[in-house]
Nanobody, 122 residues
Framework: VQLQASGGGSVQPGGSLRLSCAAS????????VGWFRQAPGKEREFVAS????????FYADSAKGRFTVFRDNAKNTVHLQMNNLKPEDTAVYYC????????????????WGQGTQVTVSS
């Protein structure tokens, strides 16, 4: 499966963005999807993930209450709605997919899209 992330941009603190992860090649409903981010000089970290059915989700503590991951399997797309953005959310955001169990670890995901830049600054 090929993944393409989009929707990044520059916003002020407190603003919102919705990232999208579009799949091609195979139906995305066969895969769990995770969102990760990497800030300059830091390791890539987990943000949120959603099971293939959409019935289960995990969030990093930094994302809880502000970010929502959801999917539209009919459109082969997973979204990450990000509200109340903070400067520390600035990073390149990646989506990734894996079959089997829903996980939160970077190394467990098999397929990765290119990143989309999110910049939060006043």
């Amino acid at each position: 499966v090929q993944l393409q992330a989009s929707g990044g941009g520059s916003v002020q603190p407190g603003g919102s963005l919705r990232l999208s992860c579009a799949a091609s090649g195979r139906p995305l409903n066969r895969y769990n999807v995770g969102w990760f981010r990497q800030a300059p000089g830091k390791e890539r970290e987990f943000v949120a993930s959603i099971s293939w059915s959409g019935s289960n989700t995990f969030y990093a503590d930094s994302a809880k209450g502000r970010f929502t991951v959801f999917r539209d399997n009919a459109k082969n797309t997973v979204h990450l709605q990000m509200n109340n953005l903070k400067p520390e959310d600035t990073a390149v955001y990646y989506c990734a997919a894996r079959p089997g169990l829903l996980t939160t670890t970077t190394s467990s995901y098999d397929y990765w899209g290119q990143g989309t830049q999110v910049t939060v600054s006043s």
